[in-house]
């Protein structure tokens, strides 16, 4: 079952039969019990809609109309879906296979209300793999796998980097920026920043207030045409940029101060935290404030509205401040706060696991809801198991000095498998200078021609028309005995896997390998130990999310598996491992007697 904390205006009438703004936190409950009852994964909310997004990959919305008869709609996408986003005027899906389908008054003139593909819109067709979204009040920003930022829609305020004189808005996405780690913009925000490897930050877009952090000198400036570096930042690393219509908000860590975790704002005086009374602030400034002053209760995540803004602390505080005519920071009134005020929350049925609880401020409103990790499907986990570079066993250096992690075993893989063909590979590679080397296994891991005439050498070798996925999938049922590592059975049929999908799916639940020792000790070490049986099922459970049949289940295999449960705290699963361990046990002593 779901948790979900709801609060501020109801104007739309998400939550019926209740008042059109709700003061303070309230359970959330869907008028189909079987929405209830789906796991929530992600919600975002704009000015355009609300979606909701269950962990199986599908997603229903609400539109933002004065409309008490309306229901929710299904989005009708037939990917599985890992992420929404919503704007002032538009909205965007990312799916498992990193496309993205969007809707909005600049996104498709023609009809507004109708999904279309804009990943395949990206000029570059090596660059249409996009790893993450972001909404903006008028454009969407897609961050590729390349690590490419891209624009679309509108750019009235120059908020896709280019001169707003000259292009108003784009029909299809611009490369504004390369090597770029994330992207920060907000639901009615006309700005944005990009967040680059080195972390140097840039923005562009309005800059009125000095929500874009650039400084007294260039307050006067209401729009920034092209992506600027912001100078003043604070030491550390940017963990998060929430963007409102007025102010900006920044989450930064730093391991040489206390605390560690602090928080900046710029912008709007009566939205940015600071209670300077009619006085703008154009630098990120930190907000001080005891109730997050120390390492003990450091702050987990922020979310902005329009002109509010709402802090998730370790300890289970809930902290808001700025815009709350309509009650969105769910302290009981709707009186604005100038600065940090911590705002009482009912009790939150799983506050053990606090840090799995995610904030989501909508334009007026505010939600609070718990998303626990989960296994993610096996196509999941396959597309994004190259990315994972703590699992990389090989290094190779591009053309412009990037570093790729890669495995040895993909790169296996992309070749034919034909011992002659791998011989002339090394010999082709032994003839080549280092940067000439580097090229060929960039070509051979991710099907870009970075040099045509190298590629011209190997292509009888590889199969560059094949995806990374595809070759993933590959490995995953690959037949070849002498490349696997263990065997599990599944529907009536056994599977080889490679030890390095085994650990990409445990480690994706908290956990390298559940092992326990004989001793039957809290102390975990290789996966080896574990006594065969209890390995067989756990094993089992990460692929299917059942207990496999055939095992008798033993109190020593219980006990075994309970230490590696609590020990990696995967006692919040669903299903649960434990649980399903303990009925099975009991169904077999029932049929014994």
Known sequence: MNEILFFGSNYSKIFKNKPNEITKPIQFKFENENENEKQIKQISSGSYSTIFL???????????????????????????IQKVTVGYQNEA??????????????????????????????????????ED?????????????????YGIGSNFYSQLGLDSETLEKTKKPILMMKNVSKIF???DSNHVFLLNSNQELFGC?????????????????????????????????????QCGAAHSIMLSENENQNPKRKLYSCGRYFYNGLGKILEDTYEFTEIKSSLFENDDDYILEISVGNFHTLILTSKSKLI??????????????????????????????????????????????????????????????????????????????????????????ILKYRLNQNQNQNQKLQEIISNKSIKES?????????????????????????????????????????ENENEKDFIIERKEKQYKFPKLILIMRSELYRGMFLSVTEDKSNKVTDYS????????????????????????ITQEIIDEIKIGIDYFQLNETNPNLFDLLINKFNNQNQNQN
């Open 133 to 149: 979204i972001v909404s903006g009040d008028g454009p969407i920003y897609l961050l590729t796998s390349n690590q490419n930022a």
């Open 93 to 130: 899906i990312l799916t498992i296979e990193g496309n993205v389908f969007a809707k909005g008054r600049y996104i498709n003139p023609n009809n507004s209300k109708e999904f279309i593909n804009i990943s395949s819109l990206i000029e570059d067709t090596n660059d249409r793999i996009i």
């Open 185 to 187: 913009s907000g639901n």
């Open 438 to 478: 580097n090229q060929i296994f960039e070509m051979i891991y991710s099907n870009r021609i970075i040099n045509p005439k190298l590629y011209f050498e190997i292509k009888e070798i590889i199969n560059s028309n094949e995806k990374i996925e595809e070759i993933m999938k590959r490995i995953y049922l690959n």
């Open 529 to 552: 130990e574990l006594s065969n049986k209890s390995f067989q099922i756990f094993e089992y459970w990460i692929y299917s999310n059942q207990i496999k049949e055939g095992i008798e």
């Open 320 to 409: 808001g401040f700025g815009h709350n005519k309509y009650s969105q920071l769910g302290n009981g009134d709707t009186e604005n706060q100038l600065t940090p005020i911590q705002i009482e929350l009912p009790k939150l049925r799983f506050n053990e696991n606090i840090s799995n609880y995610h904030l989501s401020c909508g334009e007026f409103r505010s939600f609070i809801y718990y998303s626990f990790h989960s296994f993610s499907n096996l196509e999941e986990d396959l597309i994004k198991l190259f990315e994972r570079k703590e699992f990389c066993d090989i290094s190779f250096k591009t053309e412009n000095g990037e570093i790729i992690k890669a495995h040895k075993l």
């Open 54 to 80: 269950f962990k199986n990959g599908k997603a229903i919305e609400y539109l933002n109309e004065n409309d008490s008869n309306q229901n929710p709609e299904k989005i009708q996408i037939e990917e599985n």
């Open 205 to 241: 877009g309005e800059n009125r207030y000095g929500k874009l952090g650039l400084g007294e000198s260039r307050k006067k400036e209401e729009k920034i045409q092209k992506l600027t570096k912001i100078q003043n930042i604070p030491k550390g690393k940017i963990i998060d940029i």
